[in-house]
């Protein structure tokens, strides 16, 4: 089937604002992850998904950050007043399940862009 | 933080040569696994090695692991203008083995000039 698909793949927005980032993962994977990619850095783990909980959310940078997953597939990443540090892009990732020996397959990523 | 440094940070070398990336990480893993990224999006899963492999082949890649140099490196073997990429390694967050997201190293920019 079809890979993990992001949507909108750029976003522009202004500082201050609140912006809304979805994955839609592979058909059947529990396990979801999203990750942050600064210009010339690795991609930085936020958050991670078993299912509709949040497993781990010990890489989101504060408060004005946050995900949700309530059916256990398509999460979103939300941002409130965001900054212009903000803009990177933000790729999410679906494995079969949260075993650390499960491939993870990335989507092409949101690029945000805060003016 | 990241906990792998891929080295060198960019390489160019002429098609048909080989290639070989390093990266270096801290703590113990459970496995280490290697992606490739075209243009600054979507990474692409190349190999995974587990800690107590010390080689692995995929087509044209080889991956070694040295647990006690907590170090790893990736061959491409003769190279071809479509492997023009970012090149990075990947560890679990943790050393329990637990379900966690990676820790990417910083990457290294590989030209594979014509």
């Known amino acids: 089937g079809a890979g993990v698909s992001q949507t909108p793949s750029n976003k522009v927005t202004e500082k201050g604002k609140y912006v809304e980032l979805r994955c839609d993962p592979i058909?059947?994977?529990?396990?979801l992850y999203w990750y942050r990619q600064s210009l010339g850095q690795g991609p930085e783990f936020l958050i991670y998904?078993?299912?509709?909980?949040?497993?781990?959310d010990s890489g989101l940078p504060n408060d004005r950050f946050f995900a949700v997953r309530p059916e256990g597939s398509v999460s979103t990443l939300k941002i409130q007043r965001t900054e212009r540090g903000d803009s990177a892009v933000y790729l999410c990732?679906?494995?079969?399940?949260?075993?650390?020996?499960?491939?993870?397959?990335f989507g092409a990523g949101t690029r945000l862009s805060v003016l | 933080s990241q906990q792998g440094e891929e080295d060198p940070q960019a390489l160019s070398i002429q098609e048909g040569e080989n290639a070989t990336m390093n990266c270096s990480y801290k703590?113990?893993?459970?496995?280490l696994q290697w992606y490739r990224q075209n243009s600054g999006r979507g990474l692409v899963h190349l190999i995974l090695?587990?800690?107590?492999?010390r080689e692995k082949h995929s087509g044209r890649l080889r991956v070694t692991l040295d647990t006690s140099k907590k170090s790893s490196s990736l061959l491409i073997t003769a190279s071809r203008a479509a492997d023009t990429a970012s090149y990075f390694c990947?560890?679990?967050?943790?050393?329990?083995?637990?379900?966690?997201?990676?820790?990417f190293g910083k990457g290294t920019h590989l030209i594979i000039q014509p």
């Open positions: 703590t113990s893993i459970n496995n």
């Open positions: 058909s059947g994977h529990t396990a």
């Open positions: 090695i587990r800690s107590n492999e």
């Open positions: 990947a560890t679990d967050l943790r050393s329990g083995g637990g379900a966690d997201g990676l820790t």
């Open positions: 990732a679906s494995s079969l399940s949260g075993n650390a020996k499960n491939i993870q397959y």
């Open positions: 998904f078993q299912g509709t909980g949040a497993a781990d």
